[in-house]
């Protein structure tokens, strides 16, 4: 008798519970335009106490619209969640303007893509923007120009860097790279004992070099690592940029281009690879052995960051948490 309720409960087990908890975690880890964000915990629940001594950031990416395709909503939550925690800046990672960039400081896109859409008090504080490929179809220096006009959008060339103080002793180093400057460079050369001819990768590996903050982010548009089968790993950020990320101990790439969330990195090495190309359009996303978590969500990543640690969280457009992460440095580190 014992053994055929045994066997009647394990049935039941494989063909009922397990189906379902399987379900549950596939949600969490590769859930699709957002089918099951209610797996997921509330942003304004989770983030309602927060440090007031930390540094807080947005990351957008993949944004220009012109308010469609789930642009608007990724705005509305912006603005909910930067009420909620304060945040000092936001940075993009390029596509700033699908699909074709803008043509010049007075393209009529630049009132309907970003004034009109992030015209929130809330989202009012600098923005530090990277190029994308779409912004290439276009007039990359117009956003570069748009910086005299703009109170709010600061890109003083295609490729930058600004160090933000977090405390009276502990500084982050922020980078914004010009991936797509760098690939093309890449590209043209005949062999890899000419990188010292690429002019933005000898400026980025000696600002690595004199680099005293404790934290170093770098942004692009192109990943270095991605799951997605739509474009994947970037075969030139691998070969170009990736060791100086190894030896100088970046601590965070962030980037686009890929249309989801993503977090990424290799076995026993140091730095951590973002995706969050997540500001309008999602696609679906996979996952494979570099991958810790990926989701496919319009979205936007907030970061908190403290003298000695970083926190990330992938914030959904339905103000929910689907991922967080945080990165711990001692203060005898840089």
């Known amino acids: 008798m014992r053994r055929l309720l045994y066997r009647k409960l394990k049935i039941i087990l494989i063909k009922v519970a397990i189906p379902v908890i399987a379900a549950l975690c596939f949600a969490s ?22 440090d007031s001594s930390s540094v807080n950031f947005f990351v957008l990416s993949d944004w220009g619209f012109t ?32 699909y074709s960039g803008v043509q010049s400081v007075s393209d009529p896109l630049w009132a309907d893509n ?16 990277a190029l994308g490929n779409h912004d290439y179809y276009g007039n990359p220096d117009a956003e570069v120009e748009y910086s005299s006009l703009s109170k709010y959008w600061k ?7 600004f160090s933000q103080p977090i405390n009276d002793r502990i500084s982050a180093r922020f980078v914004v790279l010009d991936t797509q400057g760098l690939i093309n460079s890449y590209r043209n050369l ?22 005293t903050e404790k934290w170093i982010i770098v942004t692009g548009h192109h990943p270095v ?20 990320f190894d030896q100088y101990k970046v601590d ?33 996303i996979e996952g494979n052995k570099r991958t810790i978590f990926s989701l496919s969500s319009l979205g936007f990543s907030y970061f908190k960051m403290t003298s000695d640690t970083i926190q990330l ?21 840089k």
Not at 114 to 129: G, H, T
Not at 155 to 161: E, H, I, T
Not at 315 to 329: A, E, F, L, S
């Open 67 to 98: 308010g469609n395709f789930g642009q608007k909503n990724v705005a509305k939550e912006m603005v909910s969640i930067s009420k909620l925690v304060g945040i000092k800046f936001i940075l993009t990672c390029g596509d700033n303007f699908q």
């Open 155 to 161: 890109m003083p060339n295609r490729y930058y860097s």
């Open 190 to 211: 005949s062999d890899t004992t000419q990188l010292d001819s690429i002019v933005q990768y000898v400026w980025f590996r000696k600002l690595l070099q004199q680099s």
């Open 252 to 284: 965070f790439y962030i980037c686009g281009h890929d249309h989801n969330f993503e977090h990424a990195k290799y076995k026993n090495e140091y730095t951590d690879y973002i995706v969050t190309g997540t500001g309008g359009y999602p696609r679906a």
């Open 114 to 129: 970003f004034e009109k859409i992030y015209n929130d008090s809330a989202l009012q504080v600098p923005w530090y923007p």
């Open 225 to 244: 690592l991605s799951a997605s089968t739509f474009h994947g790993d970037t075969y030139e950020m691998i070969k170009l940029i990736k060791p100086l």
């Open 29 to 50: 880890c590769f859930d699709t335009f957002g089918n099951h964000h209610s797996t997921f915990p509330l942003a304004q629940d989770s983030l309602r106490h927060q």
């Open 313 to 333: 969280y992938f914030i959904t457009d339905d103000n929910r948490i689907g991922y967080g992460y945080k990165k711990v440095k001692s203060d005898t580190s």
